[in-house]
């Protein structure tokens, strides 16, 4: 049918047939809170490259969490960013069950045990070097020695009480040895969020000033683990081996220029599925914000549902308490 018959501003024209007609759907209950956790005691550290996100220490992540929960955020992902001191060539300090993490998972869970916790599963902010993994004398990362110190990884995490382990490191095989190391150690109902499809992103810049691990990393970049970015095909397998070795729910990020690679997870497997706003569209959007080239808040929310239309279940966001807010006026 053609015009006139056919006049698609006919269904535009008034907000309640825009209502009516509206196919994809944003809520505070499709978003992920993300935190840098520090030590201290009512201490926060802002983090120059995203204005408005601070490091946060324990008793005020709690706060942060009983903040999602008023809003209707289920779950909150949380990342270590340890002092210097805690670092080495071997990450140990990030399996310590006294360390910065399992200290504030136990804290969290404690005071808002309705609150999915989402603990990141990666060795960057504890080595010295600042990359995912253990590395050889060439400085290769290398991948069986790294699997084993993120499964002693998992394992405090998820003895800490953790609800998600996500494993943000992109070691082949991991998913399948920490499904079982879970299963062994009577871990049953702790989840597995793989970050299935993660590229070697330069949007991850901002992230790594707030765990601290850019300087240590220098000009050291993590494409022998991390995903070529003109890939999409190699992506679904990445995604098809993470399902078959036990993943709960698999993901993509960073978030916006992966649209097509999100799209076609959802499509392919139907998988619980997982987008990540990453720290470099955080910034973007925040700094044409603060220079008023560009809405905040409408500019977010449209960000935000172009993930969902894509096939996104989730989204991470350093945005999310904000976008819950603004939803819920
Ligand atoms: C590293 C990790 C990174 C992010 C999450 N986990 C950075 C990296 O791979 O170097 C990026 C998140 C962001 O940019 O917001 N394990």
Request: proline residues 5%.
């Amino acid at each position: 049918m053609s015009y006139p018959a056919t006049r698609l501003r006919r269904m535009r024209r008034d907000a309640f047939s825009r209502a009516l007609m509206r196919e994809t759907s944003l809520m505070p209950s499709d978003l992920v809170m993300v935190a840098f956790v520090c030590e201290g005691v009512d201490h926060r550290e802002p983090v120059a490259s995203m204005p408005g996100v601070e490091r946060l220490s324990i008793d005020l992540v709690q706060q942060l969490a009983g903040d999602c929960e008023a809003v209707g955020i289920p779950a909150l992902a949380l990342f270590p960013a340890p002092g210097a001191a805690a670092k080495s060539d071997d990450a140990r300090e990030a399996w310590n069950p006294e360390g910065l993490m399992q200290r504030a998972i136990r804290a969290v869970k404690q005071r808002h045990p309705g609150l999915g916790l989402i603990g990141d599963v990666a060795l960057d902010p504890y080595t010295s070097h600042g990359q995912d993994g253990l590395i050889d004398a060439t400085g290769y990362v290398m991948n069986e020695p790294t699997i084993e110190a993120l499964v002693r990884q998992a394992l405090a995490q998820a003895a800490a009480g953790v609800d998600f382990v996500a494993p943000s490191d992109m070691m082949d095989g991991r998913i399948g040895v920490l499904r079982s190391a879970l299963e062994n150690a009577g871990h049953i109902h702790t989840r597995i969020l793989a970050y299935s499809a993660k590229y070697a992103s330069a949007f991850y810049g901002p992230f790594r000033d707030a765990v601290g691990s850019s300087g240590n990393l220098g000009k050291g970049g993590k494409h022998t683990y991390q995903m070529d970015v003109a890939n999409s095909d190699e992506a679904l397998r990445e995604v098809e081996l993470d399902i078959a070795e036990g993943a709960d729910a698999v993901m993509v990020k960073p978030g916006l220029p992966y649209l097509d690679v999100l799209h076609r997870v959802k499509r392919r497997f139907g998988m619980p599925t997982f987008a990540y706003q990453v720290s470099g569209e955080y910034a973007m959007l925040k700094a044409a914000s603060m220079n008023g080239w560009l809405d905040e808040k409408a500019v977010v929310l449209e960000s935000l549902i172009a993930l969902k239309r894509a096939g996104a279940d989730a989204i991470l966001s350093y945005y999310a308490l904000d976008a819950a807010r603004w939803l819920k006026a």
